[in-house]
């Protein structure tokens, strides 16, 4: 998954000078003396590509190391819920997103397999053929407080302070040609294994609209990072709005990532695709 740490950071290039473009209104904030509220319903269709690195169990053994590389949407999408919320007075505004992911079923391939020793972890490559497949259920919780630094009726521009919690369950089931040794250990050639991780961390980040023309279509953004729990996490999305008189209808491309420290389960887990969104404003 390195081999993509590039476009990864071709993306967060473009998402900001997107934002960077944004022209500056001389117009005042949005009326300080009223609460407004969205709720935005939506639809998010993902791939799922990284790896996944599972412990030793205690007492030795090995475990493996699972690439997973898919790009089916729909097929392995088991069930999807999400959810966005606003409130906001003035320029200040309190937003929430919420997830939940059960994804099954991922083709996947079991790349080498850790076995304990004297001198700690060893990572013996996996050079037997075989079948695994794995899956993933994942529950993604964000808070954040926004403030508006730039805007108007049709164009905005928010920084935005918060965390996000990421708790995640992921199952591999293996069946390979031969079992892995290395000195008198063993790694069994049929099994499976699963492991949770609950993920904490901080983010900071942008967001806003870029109107066009008169104002009902424009160019909704997001982007955000953070660390904590994860060695770091970040998140974008950007595509295209229609607006009507208090509801929103939005097309978006959007792509969630995280890489914990080395030996942890989530190693450059990119989730992302296209998702339909429909925000109602009162």
Do not use: C
């Amino acid at each position: 998954m390195r081999k993509d740490s590039h476009a990864r950071r071709s993306g967060l290039v473009l998402l900001f000078l997107t934002a960077l473009t944004l022209p500056v209104h001389a117009e005042g904030p949005p009326p300080a003396d009223r609460w407004n509220f969205a709720i935005q319903p939506y639809l998010w269709l993902p791939n799922l590509n990284g790896s996944l690195s599972y412990s030793i169990p205690p007492g030795g053994g090995g475990s493996a190391n699972v690439d997973v590389n898919n790009n089916t949407i729909l097929e392995n999408l088991n069930f999807a819920l999400m959810l966005t919320a606003e409130a906001r007075k003035g320029r200040w505004a309190l937003v929430t997103d919420f997830i939940y992911l059960d994804v099954g079923g991922q083709e996947s391939q079991v790349k080498s397999v850790n076995f304990s020793g004297s001198g700690g972890r060893v990572e013996v490559p996996a050079n037997v053929s075989g079948s695994a497949n794995a899956s993933l259920k994942g529950a993604e919780w964000g808070l954040a407080g926004a403030y508006t630094i730039a805007g108007d009726e049709h164009t905005s521009l928010d920084v935005l302070l918060g965390f996000r919690y990421f708790g995640v369950e992921a199952t591999t089931d293996w069946n390979l040609s031969a079992d892995i040794n290395n000195g008198g250990q063993s790694f069994a050639r049929t099994g499976s294994v699963k492991e949770r991780a609950d993920l904490w961390d901080g983010i900071v980040g942008i967001r806003g609209r870029i109107g066009l023309g008169g104002g009902k279509w424009g160019i909704p953004y997001y982007l955000d990072v953070g660390t904590g729990s994860s060695r770091i996490t970040w998140q974008g999305t950007a595509g295209i709005q229609y607006r009507w008189s208090w509801i929103d209808l939005s097309l978006m491309y959007r792509y969630l990532y995280y890489d914990m420290e080395s030996g942890k389960l989530l190693q450059n887990v990119a989730i992302a695709g296209p998702a339909l969104g429909v925000n109602f404003r009162f």
